[in-house]
Nanobody, 119 residues
Framework: QVQLVESGGGLVQPGGSLRLSCAAS????????MGWCRQAPGKQRELVAA???????SYTESVKGRFTISRDNAKKSVYLQMNSLKPEDTAVYYC?????????????WGQGTQVTVSS
């Protein structure tokens, strides 16, 4: 099993910044992708950003240029630096880890951390 523990959410004013952190532990394979998804009330969960083991990143269009995902392989951690936050960024943010073994995909989620952008 894999455990993911997120931290760093909170209340911030529009235009402000937050940094989310997620630490993974447990049975983690040598190759894995980590990412952040979010879910706002009444909306479907969406992938915000992801980063592969090799450092390749991807972002949903609405956060490009504002959010930066990074990872520390030694700490098995992933981070999401969120700048220029907007009210529409308000959501519960979930850390995600994907890994593969013998053709099977394993998908793990954190418990979520609330991000609220409001004046």
């Amino acid at each position: 099993q894999v455990q993911l523990v997120e931290s760093g959410g909170g209340l911030v004013q529009p235009g402000g910044s937050l940094r989310l952190s997620c630490a993974a532990s447990g049975n983690i394979f040598s190759t894995y992708t980590m990412g952040w998804c979010r879910q706002a009330p009444g909306k479907q969960r969406e992938l915000v950003a992801a980063i592969t083991g090799g450092g390749t990143t991807s972002y949903t269009e609405s956060v490009k240029g504002r959010f930066t995902i990074s990872r520390d392989n030694a700490k098995k951690s992933v981070y999401l630096q969120m700048n220029s936050l907007k009210p529409e960024d308000t959501a519960v943010y979930y850390c995600n880890l994907l890994q593969w073994s013998w053709g099977r995909q394993y998908d793990y989620w954190g418990q979520g951390t609330q991000v609220t952008v409001s004046s």
